[in-house]
């Protein structure tokens, strides 16, 4: 199941059932999972590529990353189980002794660029064209509207939705919504936490957690010692996210 004009890297470990297209090149230290299919002309390098995952024509994973102080560390790039990574779709490989990771069950559509060290969490959707800097961290069940694109070092919470065409250069809290070219809160992903069956009262308290921090007129500490003592998990979650945050947090118009 592997091309006559593919090129085959002799260290690379190939699983039960893996296709590999026409002049498709698997470089040095690949690993790919049983049953992943790999599209005609797709790179892949310094890779972990794991089961089931589909990664079309002329993606790019496990390259050299963009970045002046690289020095030819032998990093990895890693794609969870299930993942399906479409055309033209870039992954880079991290620097230092860190790994590029993508999670399980993504879906990175066209154009997709991942930059070094960042970590993608499992069951993210990435639409057309985003750009996602290095060392970012998006956390699960995220979802990204085309054409966005997230800063260095910039966190974004599970559960978030970024609009189409976001500019997101701070860290977005869980189970919020953003829109606008500097992407500012417009509210909560109430549509996704049904969709994953959160609770009516697990979403009652996150949207009175939503009021506290960004409607009432407490200062931000004021607001995160006020909800300090709730007993749900997720606005502790929230209130975690907050405190951790180094790029300070996405506010609300």
Known sequence: MIHSTAIVDKSAVIGQNVEIGPYAIIGESVTIGDGSIIGPHAIIECSSIGKNCKIFGHAIIGTEP????????????????????????????????????????????????????????????????????????????????????????????????????????????????????????????????????????????????????FMSKLTLEEALSKLAEDPFKEVQEIISFIKTSQRGIIRNR
């Open 66 to 213: 963009q970045h002046l102080k690289y020095g030819g560390e032998k990093t990895r790039t890693v794609i969870g189980d299930g993942t399906v990574i479409r055309e033209y779709v870039t992954v880079n490989r991290a620097t230092g002794t860190n790994e590029t990771v993508v999670g399980k069950n993504c879906l990175l559509m066209a154009y997709v660029h991942v930059a070094h060290d960042s970590i993608v969490g499992n069951n993210v959707i990435i639409a057309n064209a985003c750009a996602i800097a290095g060392h970012v961290q998006i956390h699960d069940n995220v979802i990204f509207g085309g054409m966005s694109a997230i800063h260095q070092f910039a966190r974004v919470g599970r559960n978030a939705i970024i609009g189409a065409g976001s500019k997101v250069s701070m860290d977005v809290i869980p189970f919020a919504q953003t829109h606008g070219d500097r992407a500012r809160l417009v509210g909560l992903n109430l549509i996704g936490l049904k969709r994953h069956q959160i609770p009516s009262e697990t979403i009652e308290a996150i949207k009175h957690a939503y009021r506290i921090l």
